[in-house]
């Protein structure tokens, strides 16, 4: 099955590592979903990709993992979502900035 490029997104850490992830799972993000939509001619519209100087790897890994929990967790699939403590200030960090 071939996903095409409008079904996902690149989101690009501080590193330079690159997380493919489904539009879907993206957008609950609210500034990834303004980012992404937006009627400008805009690189991130453009191209589907963001990039993230500031979020390291670490940091934008647990990020997407949350995408995707929240989305299960709001199809009504209850799990825990663990972060680990010493992730807790840069995730909160990263949260304020992506409106999650």
């Not at 997104?9 to 997380?19: N, P, Y």
């Not at 963001?50 to 949350?66: A, D, H, M, R």
């Not at 299960?72 to 209850?78: P, Y």
Request: net charge negative; hydrophobic share 40%; proline share 3%.
């Amino acid at each position: 099955m071939t996903v095409s490029k409008s079904e996902t997104v690149k989101l690009v850490s501080a590193e330079g590592f690159e997380f493919i992830i489904d539009r879907k799972a993206a957008v609950v993000s609210n500034t990834l979903k303004n980012m992404l939509s937006s009627s400008g001619n805009f690189t991130e519209t453009e191209l589907g990709e963001v990039n993230f100087p500031e979020i390291s790897t670490p940091i934008l890994e647990k990020v997407c993992q949350y995408f995707y929990w929240s989305l299960q967790f709001a199809s009504g699939k209850e799990t825990e979502f663990v972060i680990e403590p010493e992730m807790t200030l840069e995730l909160m960090m990263a949260a304020n900035y992506l409106h999650t």
